[in-house]
Nanobody, 125 residues
Framework: QLQLVESGGGLVQPGGSLRLSCTASGVTLDYYAIGWFRQAPGKEREGVSFISNSGMSTSYAGFVKGRFTISRDNAKNTVYLQMNSLKPEDTAIYYC??????????????????WGQGTQVTVSS
């Protein structure tokens, strides 16, 4: 049974950085694309960034492009989201999710069937 655990969230000032981690247990992530999603209070969950099982294919939502970087270390069964130049509007609970597909990374929520519990990111002065 694949389980995902996010970590690395916290409180940061505008312009600051955080690195989120999504660590899997129970199953190797070698066969899974990973997506990062977020949900702000009163808003629907939205996709942030996605990476294929090999790490060769990545994509980003327009509102984070150039500020966030997704990467993975399959040897550590972990996917990372480096978040720089954070803005107050980035405040949300961030979730990682896994989809058993190879060679590409889906961007739709329904494509993902394993989810972590989320980690809170708060950007405030």
């Amino acid at each position: 049974q694949l389980q995902l655990v996010e970590s690395g969230g916290g409180l940061v000032q505008p312009g600051g950085s955080l690195r989120l981690s999504c660590t899997a247990s129970g199953v190797t992530l070698d066969y899974y694309a990973i997506g990062w999603f977020r949900q702000a209070p009163g808003k629907e969950r939205e996709g942030v960034s996605f990476i294929s099982n090999s790490g060769m294919s990545t994509s980003y939502a327009g509102f984070v492009k150039g500020r966030f970087t997704i990467s993975r270390d399959n040897a550590k069964n972990t996917v990372y989201l480096q978040m720089n130049s954070l803005k107050p509007e980035d405040t949300a609970i961030y979730y990682c999710a896994a989809s058993r597909v190879g060679g590409w990374a889906p961007i739709e929520e329904y494509e993902y069937d394993h989810w972590g519990q989320g980690t809170q990111v708060t950007v405030s002065s």
